[in-house]
């Protein structure tokens, strides 16, 4: 192991992005006991994959697993520009070239369990070396020592990198930007996926925009007016029985909510209306929207 302990952010401000890796690492929890080695990529550059595949490790680590984090994007690694690695002499290039073994690059974190392999020196050859032996080796001595790896491959819009090293994965995640690629362009990257015998276990929609303007909005302006209402008035005395006056003014303040819930909807009558909800609750349970990451 490479003497140099690196120093990552353990405080994550935003809550909604926080809580959207605790989901993010549950689903994958969820798809099986045998999904321990997960590769992250992306149809483009830019859309956020590497801040994915990092926050995911953390949010592995932190519910205490033994994660390595495995930078494989070699062509132009965005975690070494990052996190300033300049002390770091060693990477996975030395690894793959027979230079070095794994134990010998790896890098301890101030994370407990979480442990970082980074790319290390631009070879001439990454599609070679991400698709020969050695790579295959060398994943499948991290899977016998760390409970999950995570690995940040290249664009697959970019290059064929990613697929090729997504063959000796246990699943894939897709990384897209929120308005930022066409659904063609989707298509696309997913069909190389699979033609690489890959899982795509799905999809995180990234950079998405939260503002009020949004569903969340509306929800939780309805719900925080209704039982903010009714908590704040009959929530000190359980005893109170609600009077005739109060069960028709609390009618009234319901029905208002519920018409600009229903203005959001589009204006659709009853059943636009319980549409819109079912999309709510269909979104809150999406595989992963983390948003600004």
Known sequence: MQ??????????????????????????EFCGRDVKVVAITSCTPNEGKSSVAMEMAKAFAEAGNKTILLDADMRKSVLVGRYRTGAVRQG???????????????????????????????PPNPSELLGGEKFGSLIQGLRYSFDYVIIDTPPLGSV???????KYCDGTVLVVENNAVSYKFVQRVKEQL????????????????????????????????????????????????????????????????????????????????????????????????????
Request: contains cysteine; hydrophobic residues 30%.
């Open 3 to 28: 003497s140099v302990k690196l120093q990552f952010n353990q405080q994550v401000e935003d809550y909604r992005m926080k809580e959207a890796f605790k989901t993010l690492r549950t689903n994958i």
């Open 92 to 122: 996975m290039t030395h690894c793959l070239s027979g230079r070095a073994e794994y134990k010998d690059v790896m890098c301890e974190t101030n994370i407990h369990n979480l442990y970082v392999i980074f790319s290390g020196p631009v």
């Open 160 to 166: 064929i990198d990613a697929a090729v090293a997504a």
């Open 194 to 293: 699979d033609k690489s015998g890959s899982r795509i276990l799905g999809v995180v929609l990234n950079k998405v925009d939260m503002s009020s303007k949004g569903y969340y909005g509306h929800y939780g302006r309805y719900y925080g007016k209704y039982y903010g209402k009714y908590y704040g008035k009959y929530g000190e005395d359980n005893h109170v029985e609600r009077t005739a006056q109060d069960r028709e003014h609390s009618s009234k303040e319901d029905k208002s909510s519920f018409e600009d819930w229903h203005e959001s909807a589009g204006g659709a009558g009853e059943e636009g209306r319980d549409e819109f909800a079912y999309e709510v609750m269909k979104e809150d349970d999406d595989f992963a929207d983390s948003e600004n990451v």
